[in-house]
């Protein structure tokens, strides 16, 4: 296991964890139906962020300002050295800076479409000597790149990750899933009978871990288990059985036991078929008694940073003993008879399940623990 040292979140909601945490837990959404039913940040108040880094915000692409904002407060609360070789960067995203190949003249250069110079200007901003790593793997590219520093940080080639996950909002994203007809024209509704499909959303976000040993009970929330598996069965579709996710539950659950699960964090995009999968593989393992949310309905899927951004949101949860609840539910809409939680509500359970699915089959599981 590792133990989570810092984070922070960028998002409408606001500029750090805490920010975030307390609209969410209020019931604040950030998604505008006016807007096209996404949630975009304000790009002024994202320059004026950025620039408190000592940064200018000119040199960089809105994605890369709210990376780096992130990463910036989360290694500043961390107290680690981010520049030392015993520290890796890794980075999570779908698309980068994608809208720039629509751009036939703009200030920064053919490279910056690249995802590898996106990740090697975060790791250079804190003068970090190693190689990044980039983590693209569909939406589950944030858990991914947190079972990626698990690993790293067990066979001891670092001592400290700084995971960074980020996606803004362009034409081009906008336009590929519309062409799936897969976003809703009001706020989504996860895992409810009236739900039309997911709305889009911008984040940044980063976490920070430190390698953790066994023998060592420090008190704190610890990334324990993580698993990813592909069911291979469309290249949008989910599995109808919910195969790819039921195999990843299963590993992790084999490696932790069952016991004090406080909740589940669903990938919960509210497409028809998505929540169906999520709700088939629940039952397959027979975790229908747990509580179940989502929080698309507050920043809309984030793309490379939604298994960041969610993680870091359910962990604050779990810190105070809460269950955030799942907005926008009302009547149950899957098969399977899941327990989705509809207001905030005490928990006991010291752990939850992160869940995240994306298109080409592919499926991540996370199991965090909070230790006392």
Partial sequence: M????????????????RENFNAVKSGQSSIRE???AVSRIDRSLLSRCFNSTGAISGDYTPLEQAM????????????????SPRTIFIISTTKGNVELLGETVHPYGPQRIYLWHT???????FNNPNKPFVVSNACISGSCAQITAKRLMERRLYDYAVVVGGD??????VSGFQSFQSLSPVRCRPFDAGRKGLNLGEAGAAM?????????????????AGAIRNDANHISGPSRTGEGLYLALEEVLEQTGRDSLAFINAHGTATLYNDQMEAVSLSR?????????????YLGHTLGAAGVVESILSLMALNEGIVLPSLGYEIHGVTENINVITQCIPTTGNRFLKMLSGFGGCNAVLLFEKKV
């Fill in 285 to 297: 393992s027979g975790l229908l008694a747990i509580p179940v949310n989502s929080l698309k309905a």
């Fill in 34 to 36: 006016e807007d096209g």
């Fill in 168 to 173: 803004m909002l362009s034409e081009f994203i």
């Fill in 208 to 224: 920070v871990y430190g390698r953790h040993e066994e023998n060592d009970h420090m008190p704190g929330l610890y990334l324990t």
């Fill in 119 to 125: 990740a090697r200007l975060v790791s250079d901003f």
């Fill in 68 to 83: 780096i904002c992130a990463a910036f407060h989360a290694v500043k609360q961390s107290g680690i050295d981010a520049s």
């Fill in 2 to 17: 590792i133990r989570l040292l810092g984070d922070c979140i960028v998002s409408p909601l606001g500029f750090s964890s």
